[in-house]
């Protein structure tokens, strides 16, 4: 029997086809593909025991204790779970993590039923390596670096152009203390991967912001990063009222309505309470107790007022927020690099077309 494949190519990413995963629900949550979609060959402990088989008496032994385990109504159930998935999307592709032995009986298996999809040749580590390759290559690319104060909505500039790479985006977390999104955040794995996936549309000048190496719980891959530390940059200049807005639209309005969203009202509302409160707490260091305190109590009082209909109460809280943490903190990093030259500095729509001119120039020139 002749099990068809395909080669470990990025570009079925770019098509958005959909990828059958059937590496174990614990592998495919340390990363796995872009678009991929997790039905194993194996559940967990199904996986372990005959890992430990493999390792105690060889490959034979492993593969007879996996045909027990997977046998009866627990193979077909498998089987039914892939012929579900080819029903709505028959041009998915199967892969397991090297493309060899479990991708291999799911082929068969499904060959068996009528069904013939191929499996990715080399599998996740293939494309995997390919993607990290993507990022390595990408480091020496014409980079624009988007810097400035909090609230000067920087990754919505970098969001409007068609070059721009959002990091922020990829990592599930606007960068700063108060940035974690509701939603889980992606493993390690998965924010390179969707990194690189969002790199292969992206071959010449590119814009992103300034961001240190860690996002969240997420660290750019350092040749990223380097190339990132060195490339010109532009930085943002708007008022306070006017950032006081942009953070209060992020932290506040946006927050909760994903919050209400994923978790209704009561229970969204408690979350995100915890959520914001918790971020201050992790201030105390750089605040120090007393400042804590008194935010603590204007946050503790806006979230009341907020119950009552009085959104902008947040604002008693935000506004100290940027100006005794923030901005020192931004104007400190500034300090910390010397004397960096920008290529503009300018508000929100100067900033967006030099970032549009600096790219088509770029562009050109390459």
Not at 17 to 39: K, M
Not at 137 to 166: F, R, Y
Not at 256 to 262: A, N
Request: net charge neutral; glycine share 10%.
């Amino acid at each position: 029997m002749t099990l068809p494949l395909v080669p470990a190519d990025l570009g079925l990413l770019v098509e958005g086809r959909t990828l059958i995963d059937v590496r174990a629900p614990v592998e495919f949550a340390q990363g796995s593909l872009p678009g991929a979609v997790n039905l194993p060959l194996m559940n967990n402990d199904e996986r372990h025991r005959v890992g430990i088989a493999y390792k105690e008496s060889g490959q034979d032994a492993a593969i007879a204790l996996g045909e027990r385990l997977v046998s009866g109504e627990v193979k077909q159930a498998r089987i039914d779970a892939w012929r579900n998935q080819l029903a709505s999307t028959p041009d998915a592709i199967i892969y397991c993590f090297r493309g060899g032995l479990r991708s291999q009986i799911a082929q068969r298996w499904l060959m068996e039923s009528g069904i013939e999809r191929p499996r990715i040749e080399g599998g996740w580590k293939a494309m995997r390596q390919g993607l990290c390759a993507r990022i390595d290559e990408a480091a020496s690319q014409p980079m624009l670096v988007v810097g400035g104060l909090t609230g000067c909505a920087k990754t919505a500039i970098v969001q409007a152009l068609d070059n721009g790479l959002d990091l922020e985006g990829c990592a599930r977390h606007k960068g700063s203390a108060f940035g974690r999104h509701p939603l889980i955040a992606p493993s390690q794995i998965d924010f390179e991967h969707d990194m690189g996936r969002r790199l292969l549309g992206l071959h010449g000048p590119m814009v992103l912001e300034d961001e240190s190496r860690h996002i969240g719980a997420a660290n750019i891959p350092l040749a990223f990063w380097r190339g990132m530390e060195v490339a010109p940059r532009i930085r943002v200049e708007m008022p306070l009222d006017w950032r006081l807005n942009q953070i209060h639209k992020d932290y506040i309005d946006d927050l909760w309505t994903v919050y209400r969203q994923q978790f209704g009202e009561v229970l969204g509302w408690k979350l995100m309470r915890k959520q914001l409160s918790s971020a201050l707490g992790r201030l105390k260091k750089r605040l120090g107790s007393a400042r804590l305190a008194r935010l603590e109590r204007l946050q503790a009082l806006a979230f009341r007022e907020h119950q009552a209909g009085n959104r902008q109460a947040h604002e008693a809280w935000l506004a100290p927020l940027l100006t005794e943490y923030y901005d020192p903190m931004y104007r400190y990093q500034l300090e910390k690099h010397g004397e960096r030259e920008f290529l503009h500095v300018g508000d929100w729509d100067s900033c967006l077309d030099f970032a549009r001119h600096w790219s088509q120039q770029r562009a050109a020139a390459s």
